[in-house]
């Protein structure tokens, strides 16, 4: 047992000493400013970013992050790291989000690129690698987004994933594992996994209907059908409308004039609707036919669908309407212990923000709470005035 033990803990061992942090960003002053690159691509306004930590924090400098700071406007900033590459490991991608403006529509998401990225270019269509985060726009869409080039093409995940619309920091994880496995955590805690074969569109499906088998001209697939000694009864027809036989013919009804008079028509109470013969189970019946399916012979199965061969930089790229969304605490690393403590960390500006916002609220509310006295005393200084008004003249009765 004690062997076993001491092998345990030589694996963890040498699995953290294998473990990398390839970029890690918590902007801790204005160095940001020479390290990030603006987008200068032509045609779009883009906004600027500021370096605070809002309007109610834990740690006024350890919370601070990259801010939006103009409303309808596109953002285009980006970082290079050294290159690396995740295969054969797990790869892990984390920011926090604080939209903190209480988020009308924007997005709230970052992108990861090869090292083909030209950030002085970057754009909407600048081709990436990942593009992960929240994205909402009114009450429809409130969603993370998951989205993987594989082969030249985007891949949008297959599932809905609501993402928080609060107006506090949230941690959002993506975690890749080189068996083609994934999990999207928020707050350190899962909202979703799977396989990504399963999950997005990268590959053909396995099956596909035989296209040479047909349905049987014999195959019955009706579970009932018309009772063939039900007969219809011989009084059953009757009109659905018939004359109003309380209706009488106007007295100044001119014939010649008006033409024929006829009633006006009313539901027949006697109408039954068309008559149909009651069902009987079917005994013919085969049930549904399945189309047989057969191996695509377009499907190959790819153990790689994990893997980026290069990674290089990480970028934000989106379009805000309403500016004040506070970016932080990036982590691309593929050590999932180290990622796990960042959220854990987290929590003590998430329990501290929450705290100066309440206190905040409670100040306002208590500011709104004195002025009233004041709005009901001008009420009744005006209810004074009006009660001291000139007397009414007397006048000796004639």
Known sequence: MKALALAVVSLLAIYSVNCEVYFEEKFPDDSWESNWVYSEHPGKEFGKFKLTAGKFYNDPEEDKGLQTSEDARFYALSRKFKPFSNADKPLVVQFSVKHEQDIDCGGGYLKVFDCKLDQKDMHGESPYEIMFGPDICGPGTKKVHVIFSYKGKNHLIKKDIRCKDDVYTHLYTLIV?????????????????????????????????????????????????????????????????????????PEDWDDEMDGEWEPPMIDNPDYKGVWAPKQIDNPAYKGPWVHPEIDNPEYTPDPKLYKRDELCAVGLDLWQVKSGTIFDNFLITDDLEIAKERGEALKKTQEGEKKMKNEQ???????????KPDEEDDDEDLDDEAGEAAPVEEHDEL
């Open 361 to 371: 609220d409670e100040a306002e509310r208590e500011k709104e709470k004195a002025e």
């Open 177 to 249: 594992k080189p068996d083609n496995t994934y999990e999207v955590l928020i707050d350190n805690e899962k909202v979703e996994s799977g396989e990504l074969e399963a999950d997005w569109d990268f590959l053909p499906p396995r099956k596909i209907k035989d296209p040479e088998a047909k349905k049987p001209e014999d195959w019955d697939d009706r579970p009932t059908i018309p009772d063939p000694e039900d007969k219809k009864p011989e009084d059953w027809d009757k009109p659905e409308h018939i004359p109003d036989p309380d209706a009488n013919k």
